[in-house]
């Protein structure tokens, strides 16, 4: 896959997560401003070419850029007075939006993981990459949309059940079904 392709991912999964947690405000790819596929670019080559980078130093990153071309912090995301809410640290921020690091993490690893197989695999990646992030901040997410979201994952579990592959976020590794590989936490 292309970086452009991958960043074309991890923006849709991003407009997901936000319509979940009650933010209907980011456009589909196709009606993104240039700006913003710019951004998403940057992120996902920054990420291929730290595939070590945490959460944080995700945002970091694309924190940099936007102080770089004049964006500040403001209440809401207003483009034309570069504007937005999460111009402040990362542990500053609401864990909401810090599971929007962890899931563009997610994606870039696993759409631009090299495997001859590759869709079914890259699939499993990303949800258990998904499950895992979500599950482990659910209790903190404290808005209307969980219970949907909670629907999300028990019909993604089903998917991951019939799958004959296997990756652990934790560790990165990845494996052929063992019996109890797709887990889930409490």
Not at 34 to 53: C, L, M, R, T, Y
Request: charge should be negative.
């Amino acid at each position: 896959m292309t970086v452009e392709q991958i960043a074309q991912v991890a923006h849709e999964v991003n407009a997901a997560y936000c319509r979940t947690i009650g933010d209907d405000s980011q456009p589909s790819w196709l009606d993104a401003p240039e700006w913003q596929k710019a951004s998403a670019i940057s992120g996902v080559q920054f990420h291929i070419d730290n595939p070590d980078a945490s959460e944080s130093d995700s945002h970091d990153s694309w924190f940099a850029e936007k102080v770089a071309d004049g964006w500040k912090h403001g209440k809401v995301k207003d483009a034309e007075k570069k504007e937005h809410p999460c111009m402040v640290p990362y542990e500053d921020l609401p864990v909401e939006q810090q599971v929007k690091d962890s899931l563009f993490i997610g994606v870039v690893r696993a759409m631009s993981y090299e495997d001859p197989d590759g869709r079914e695999q890259r699939l499993v990646v990303a949800c258990e990459t998904l499950m895992f992030m979500v599950r482990n901040n659910i209790d903190d997410i404290k808005t209307e949309p969980v219970k949907d979201l909670q629907e999300f994952l028990s019909d993604a579990q089903e998917v991951l059940d019939a799958s004959p592959f296997c990756y652990d976020p934790l560790t990165g590794k990845e494996s052929v079904r063992a019996e109890s590989c797709h887990q889930t936490t409490g």
